[in-house]
């Protein structure tokens, strides 16, 4: 199903309370200077995200997080309203191209923001990067080159390039202590990319990744490579998984006895969202990643107590929704610093790019010259279903966006 949707929670508006509108725009005091009187449209946001299989509850996550950063900022940009269009990705790369000059060319959308999918990430930015417009934000795919060979200067990310959360996860591996390590994950962009970046970094601490498994994307058959990693007899596991398949892939690996002897550690979307559903075999595993619920900060708690207030707990606040509500902030810096002329492409850019994000439920970051987040990556561990911050991996990292020619 590829027909313009409109996601299961976006119905469920919420009217935030006065002092949420005191954030980065006054919308209704804002007077556009720059586009005709009459030309006072919607601005239209193209959203391509999965909204069924294995990616769901990111999408979904994600959703929920943007609409409620604009509805706290009074539901207008820049004193326009909002319109959405959504279409479901199917995690689908064939389908990707189209999608996305669906969201172009027949919805005329102002900006785009998508995917989740490392994937589709690339097969779209090569679209919309090609043109100066629209403006796209990705609001989760890490593949390293859409703020690398791919990076322009209309597509901006919100969340992390696979590299980020991966590399600090290898050190972490060795300084726990571990020589020898299995890495697993599905066989595509950000499997591949987070495998390689933290066996780079595991191995450059003195350890040695003894086998890579890599399995066909969505699968979720682990048995046979479980068997495998328990005659291998590693010290360590590390492993890409998330969504339902980060589900499955946990608990299998508790239930086939490894858990005990052989420590998983991988990028924090291995229980990110799902750590409650995982349950027990969750508990203990150590993760990195730039977010963990607990972070002390007044922004993360006031953004945990309206998500949850507003869309329930299940599965309740994540990184994946931190990322959407950053897009969020994003759109409401841009468009304020143009009066809301979405046609003011360079000063919309421009703006983009010195925006701040002090407000950040994951603690301050900043953008990179490639579009990217400089952010701090956090050690997590599980505790009672909890990803909590055990403290930080590494300080204001910043993507070497390798081979990006921009900025
Ligand atoms: C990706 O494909 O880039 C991706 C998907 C899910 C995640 C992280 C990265 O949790």
Redesign the pocket.
């Known amino acids: 199903m590829s027909k313009p949707t409109t996601p299961g929670n976006s119905r469920r508006r919420f009217l935030a309370g006065a002092a949420a509108t005191t954030g980065l725009v006054a919308a209704s005091s804002f007077v556009p200077t720059r586009f005709a009187i009459g030309a006072k449209a919607p601005v239209k946001i193209g959203i391509l995200l999965p909204y069924s299989g294995t990616?769901a509850m990111?999408g979904e996550s994600i959703t929920n997080g943007m609409k409620m950063r604009i509805e706290q900022a009074g539901g207008m940009l820049a004193g326009r309203a909002v319109e959405y269009v959504a279409i479901d990705s199917e995690m689908s790369v064939p389908k990707a191209p189209q999608n996305t000059k669906k969201l172009m060319s027949k919805e005329k959308a102002d900006f785009i923001v998508g995917p989740?999918?490392?994937g589709i990430a690339a097969a779209m930015s090569k679209i919309v990067g090609a043109r100066k417009s629209p403006i796209m934000i990705v609001p989760?795919?890490?593949?390293n080159g859409i703020t690398g060979e791919l990076c322009a200067p209309n597509i901006f990310r919100t969340s992390f390039s696979?590299w980020q959360p991966a590399f600090p996860g290898g050190k972490v591996m060795a300084d726990d202590g571990h020589k020898t390590a299995v890495t697993i994950s599905w066989k595509y962009?950000?499997g591949i990319q987070m495998m390689g970046a933290g066996k780079a970094a595991f191995e450059a601490n003195g350890g040695k990744v003894i086998k890579e498994i890599l399995m066909p994307f969505p699968d979720v058959e682990f048995q046979a490579y479980l068997s495998e990693i328990a005659a291998l007899k590693p010290d360590a596991v590390f492993s890409f998984f998330?969504g339902g398949g980060a589900i499955k892939f946990v608990k299998d690996y508790a239930a086939a006895g490894l858990k005990e002897t052989i420590p998983l550690y991988g990028p924090g979307?291995l229980t990110e969202g799902v750590s409650k559903a995982q349950g027990a075999a969750a508990e203990g595993i150590r993760t990195t990643l730039h977010y963990a619920a607990n972070l002390d900060n007044p922004a993360n708690k006031a953004f945990r107590a309206a998500y949850i207030s507003a869309f329930g707990d299940k599965p309740g606040p994540n990184v994946f929704s931190v990322q959407g509500y950053d897009a969020g902030s994003l759109l409401l810096q841009g468009l304020a610093a143009v009066g809301g002329d979405t046609g003011a492409t360079g000063d919309l850019i421009a703006a983009m790019e010195s925006a701040t994000f002090a407000d950040s439920p994951r603690g301050f970051w900043k953008m990179s010259k490639a579009h990217n987040p400089i952010q701090d990556i956090y050690l997590r561990e599980v505790k009672d279903g909890v990803n909590l911050v055990k403290g930080i991996a590494a300080k204001a990292l910043e993507d070497p966006a390798t081979g990006c020619k921009m900025g």
Not at 140 to 143: L, Q, R
């Open positions: 990616y990111l989740v999918h490392s989760n795919a890490g593949h696979n962009g950000a998330s979307f």
